[in-house]
C-alpha cells in the first residue's frame, strides 16, 4: 500500500503540471517520510544533494550539451547538412536520406536530440518545401533524424545511464556505435520504401539547399571542421587518452575554437548558447536529483527485491520478464520525458535485469532505444514538436510522416534483443 501511495503522489504532481523534477523530488520526500524519520529524511536530501553536484561524472552533460549549442551557433553544423545533400542530391528522395547523414554526423559531435533537429530542420525544409517533398515525410526524417543524437556517442542518455548504474559509460559509449549505424540505415530504408510506395512524395531530382527566399545557401558545406572535431573527439575517448568528461570538456573548447575561425561566432549567439547550456542542463540535473530521492522511497520499501523474488516464485521465463520491461518503456515513453524514466526506472529494472543474467551494457542500450523512439511516437513525442515548429506545419502531419520510421525502430529493437551481437561486438 505505501508503494501505490507513493506512486499516486507523483502522479498527482505530474497531472498538476509541476515540472518533473520537482514532481519526483517532492513525491519522494513525502512518501519517505511515511515510513521513515524526518531526520532520515533530511540527512538522505542532503546525501543526494552531495552525491549529484559532487559527481565529477555530471560534468560530462553540460560539456556535451555545450558542444552541441557551439556548433549550432557557429553554423558548422548546417556545413554538415549541406555537405551530405551534395553527396546525396543526385538520389531520389536523396535530401531526405542526406538529413539521416547528417543527423549520424552531428550525433557523434553532441549528445543533444533537440539541437540537431532544430539545425536539421532550419538547414532542410526550405528546400524540400520547394522542391515539393510530401510535409509528412519531410518533417517525419527531419524529427527522426535527431534521434540518431541519444543513440551514437557521445549520448547524454547513456551518461545518464552510466552515472544510475555506475556502468562504464566508455563501454556504453561503443555500444552505442552498432546499433547507430544499423539504426541510420533502417531510416534510409525506410525513406526508400516510402518514396517507391509513394512516388509523389519525392521530386525526381534534389537540388542545392536553398533559403526560406529560394536562393542557395551561400555557406560552402565544408567538412573537416566536423571531421576534425569527431576525430578528437572519439579519438581521444576510444584511444584511452581522455576520460568520457574530458571528452566532453574537449568538445567543448573545439566547437567554441572551431566556431571562432570560422568567423561565425558573435557575442549574442555565444551568450545564447552559454543559456542555453545553462537550461539545459539544469533541466537533467535536477530530474537527476528528484529521481533519487524517488529511488530511495523505492528501496526501503524494497520494491525491487520482492519483484525479483516474485519473478523467480512464478518461474517466468527471462525473455518474457524482458519484454514486458521493454513493452513499459515504449508505453512510458509516449506519455514522459526520457530523462524523466531513465532516471525513475532504471534503479529498480536495471537490478531485475542484471539479477536475471542479461548483460548490463547491453541492457542500457535497449533502453535507450525505447527512448528514442519516445522522442517520436504521440502523444509527446518531443522531436515532432521542435521539427512542426520549426517547419510550421501542424504535429498531425508530423506524427503520420513518422510513422513508417517507428515501424522500423520496432524492427530493430527486436533485432538488437535477438542479436545482442550487435551491440556487444566491439565493446567484447
Not at 520549426?390 to 498531425?396: P, Q
Amino acid at each position: 500500500m505505501i508503494i501505490l501511495a507513493g506512486i499516486s503522489i507523483l502522479i498527482l504532481f505530474l497531472v498538476l503540471g509541476l515540472p518533473v523534477g520537482f514532481a519526483l523530488g517532492v513525491a519522494g520526500c513525502l512518501s519517505l517520510l511515511m515510513i521513515a524519520p524526518e531526520a532520515t529524511v533530511l540527512g538522505l536530501m542532503t546525501e543526494v544533494v552531495h552525491h549529484t553536484f559532487a559527481n565529477y561524472v555530471i560534468l560530462t552533460i553540460p560539456a556535451f550539451v555545450m558542444m552541441s549549442e557551439f556548433l549550432s551557433a557557429g553554423g558548422i553544423a548546417d556545413d554538415m547538412m549541406i555537405a551530405c545533400n551534395r553527396v546525396m542530391r543526385r538520389i531520389r528522395g536523396g535530401l531526405a536520406m542526406a538529413c539521416v547523414l547528417a543527423g549520424a554526423v552531428l550525433a557523434a559531435t553532441s549528445g543533444s536530440s533537440t539541437a540537431s533537429v532544430a539545425t536539421i530542420a532550419r538547414a532542410a525544409y526550405p528546400t524540400m518545401a520547394r522542391l515539393g517533398y510530401n510535409p509528412g515525410l519531410a518533417v517525419g526524417t527531419i524529427a527522426i533524424s535527431g534521434t540518431l543524437a541519444i543513440m551514437i556517442p557521445p549520448s547524454i542518455a547513456l551518461v545518464v545511464y552510466g552515472i544510475l548504474t555506475e556502468e562504464s559509460i566508455g563501454k556504453l559509449f561503443i555500444a552505442g556505435i552498432g546499433p547507430g549505424i544499423v539504426t541510420a540505415l533502417g531510416y534510409i530504408f525506410a525513406i526508400f520504401i516510402t518514396i517507391k510506395r509513394n512516388p509523389d512524395f519525392a521530386p525526381m531530382q534534389d537540388a542545392a539547399l536553398a533559403d526560406t527566399n529560394g536562393n542557395e545557401v551561400k555557406q560552402k558545406g565544408r567538412v573537416w571542421p566536423v571531421g576534425l572535431l569527431v576525430f578528437v573527439v572519439l579519438g581521444s575517448l576510444y584511444s584511452g587518452l581522455a576520460t568520457p568528461t574530458e571528452v566532453g570538456a574537449i568538445g567543448a573548447v573545439g566547437a567554441f575554437v572551431l566556431a571562432l575561425s570560422l568567423r561565425r561566432l558573435d557575442p549574442r549567439s555565444a551568450v545564447a548558447a552559454v543559456g542555453n547550456t545553462l537550461r539545459t542542463s539544469t533541466m537533467i540535473v535536477t530530474i537527476i536529483f528528484g529521481a533519487l530521492m524517488f529511488g530511495y522511497f523505492m528501496t526501503y520499501t524494497q520494491t525491487t527485491v520482492k519483484l525479483l523474488e516474485w519473478i523467480a516464485a512464478a518461474d517466468v521465463s527471462p525473455y518474457l520478464v524482458l519484454s514486458l520491461i521493454l513493452l513499459m518503456y515504449l508505453l512510458m515513453g509516449m506519455l514522459m520525458d526520457q530523462f524523466a524514466i531513465l532516471v525513475l526506472t532504471v534503479p529498480v529494472t536495471y537490478s531485475i535485469v542484471t539479477g536475471l543474467g542479461f548483460d548490463p551494457i547491453w541492457f542500457g542500450i535497449l533502453v535507450v532505444k525505447t527512448a528514442e523512439i519516445g522522442l517520436v511516437t504521440p502523444p509527446v513525442g518531443l522531436n515532432i514538436f521542435i521539427a512542426s515548429s520549426a517547419t510550421g506545419t501542424s504535429t498531425k502531419v508530423g506524427f503520420k510522416g513518422v510513422t513508417p520510421f517507428v515501424i522500423v525502430e520496432l524492427v530493430l529493437l527486436g533485432l538488437l534483443v535477438l542479436f545482442p551481437q550487435i551491440t556487444l561486438f566491439l565493446v567484447n
